[in-house]
């Protein structure tokens, strides 16, 4: 057991995991191993198979309180979140002075926007082993989260020098960075994502780092989601200008939209059909390749064009004659680790719903699984366009007739802001990392408005604000 418990701490997973199976092939019933096992496959992205090996390791030894924990912790990335909170709760009662307990439950109470009830269980950690970095890679991020650049960058950089090869803590403070405007060296720490569990989607081929390309054929490509594709997007001619041939790959439901930029080689779509070339760089690596900062951005605006078939199309729809046309999106992915944070109640959008004279358009995708927008009262006031919307050409060529978009971080907010469309963001408290903190606008989009919560999950005083400035804005609809 000590062979293996010193390879899963020296970073050596595969031997780790080598080790425990051999263990209990002799012993299918020791419940360290099998608990150490379920580490290692959680480390490794295999979370539902860690959760099985955390069950058998507790149905043996039920009063250890490390089985619970790590147990709330795989349960809380499954979205199983009443359970991973019962878990992790009970792996502190069990123990009280097992910090890693204190973490996890932080770890959870953190995601879910308690942060002040995270912070305690961190301290309560922290006393009970100092200088641990899985510890102060938590603290760091919940200090970034709360606006304390200071303290998170600080804390972050202990945990770094308590262990220097901390991924977590690379990342966390890569985020911290971009989030307070330091693109410069946020970029280059943002590069970390290739070591993490989660590795975005990858090509094979010599990485792009800025060099002229004097023609070659340079493949660009979407690693993430809409959004952060549209987001970066901008800087594809860019790298035309350093002289590359631009080979690029997006999204399925981005493809028709991407066709719009200018002098792009070949558009693929989600990797299918690729041709040759000799250099590759995802778009979210583009701006270390390129040195962009604060004062780069925004570039020219519009960057995306509607295409002509999407915008005939929409011209075709019976638009109402007189009274503002306002897009809502209040929901985003459900999959995303922090979407109950983004994502509004669809009841708690009556203050702007029942505002005379405005015509309201809904934006809101169905999600394969999920069910369709329900406007209950509010039947006769919202137009539904999810019929209507195949990819984002479609929402594109919609936005083009609405006056303004009220959208929370989702990829129709970004691509009204790359339309150069009149967009008022909702955001959370606790924002992404590119909408940064304490401000109103945002560098990468002119035509957007930021609208940020006082309290995390409190969206009443920010609707009313909205809704003060709807009628500012819009001052004859409202009568």
């Known amino acids: 057991m000590g062979l293996a418990r010193n390879a899963f701490e020296k970073g050596d997973l595969a031997e780790a995991e080598q080790l425990c199976l051999k263990l209990l092939a002799r012993d299918v019933q020791h419940p360290e191993c099998l608990n150490l096992l379920g580490r290692i496959l959680y480390a490794t992205g295999r979370v539902e198979a860690s959760v099985a090996l955390y069950h058998r390791a507790i149905r043996i030894d039920p009063g250890n309180a490390s089985h619970h924990s790590n147990l709330g912790l795989a349960l809380k990335d499954l979205g199983r979140h009443d359970e991973s909170l019962a878990a992790l709760q009970h792996a502190v009662r069990l123990d009280p002075l097992l910090a890693e307990a204190h973490s996890n439950l932080g770890i959870f109470l953190l995601e879910r926007g308690r942060i002040d009830d995270a912070m305690e269980h961190f301290h309560q950690s922290d006393r009970l082993k100092p200088n641990w970095a899985p510890l102060l890679n938590n603290l760091g991020a919940a200090y970034s989260d709360l606006g304390q650049h200071d303290r998170a960058m600080e804390t972050l950089n202990r945990a770094l020098a308590a262990d220097p090869t901390h991924v977590g803590a ?3 403070r890569a985020l911290a960075l971009l989030l307070h405007g330091d693109l410069r060296q946020g970029w280059q720490e943002h590069e970390t994502r290739w070591q993490r569990t989660e590795r975005p989607r990858h090509f ?3 990485l792009w780092k800025g060099e002229p390309l004097h023609g070659a054929r340079i493949l660009l490509h979407s690693e993430q989601g809409l959004g952060d594709s549209i987001q970066f997007l901008r800087f594809v001619p860019l790298v035309q ?3 590359g041939t631009v080979l690029l790959d997006v999204p399925s439901g981005l493809r028709r ?4 930029l200018p002098g792009i080689a070949a558009l693929t779509a989600d990797g299918q059909n690729l041709s040759d070339y000799a250099f590759q760089c995802p778009l979210m690596s583009l701006p270390l390749a390129l040195g962009i900062t604060l004062e780069d951005l925004p570039g020219p605006i519009p960057y995306l064009t509607v295409p002509a078939a999407a915008a005939q199309a929409a011209e075709q729809f019976p638009w109402p004659a007189s009274g503002p046309r306002i897009g809502l999106v209040w929901r985003g992915n459900p999959r995303h680790r922090r979407d109950h944070l983004r994502s509004i109640p669809f009841e708690t959008l009556a203050p702007i719903l029942d505002l005379p004279g405005f015509h309201f358009f809904s934006l809101q995708i169905t999600l394969p ?5 329900d406007f209950g009262r509010f039947q006769s006031r919202i137009t539904n366009f999810a019929p209507h919307l195949a990819d984002l050409a479609d929402t594109a060529a919609m936005l083009a007739h609405l006056d303004l978009l009220l959208a929370v971080d989702t990829s129709v907010a970004h691509l009204a802001g790359a ?3 009149p967009v008022w963001l909702l955001l ?12 109103e606008d945002s ?4 035509s957007a408005r930021l609208f940020r919560q006082s309290t995390l999950s409190d969206w009443g005083p920010l609707l009313d604000r909205v809704r003060r400035q709807l009628l500012a804005r819009f001052p004859t609809a409202g009568n």
């Open 428 to 439: 959370p408290a606790v924002p992404d990392w590119r909408w940064m903190r304490d401000r």
């Open 204 to 206: 094979p081929g010599p």
């Open 257 to 260: 939209l991407a066709e719009s």
């Open 170 to 172: 690379k990342w966390n």
């Open 241 to 243: 200008a350093a002289g």
């Open 369 to 373: 699984g999920t069910q369709p927008p």
């Open 419 to 421: 339309l150069g469309r």
């Open 443 to 446: 560098p990468w989009y002119p």
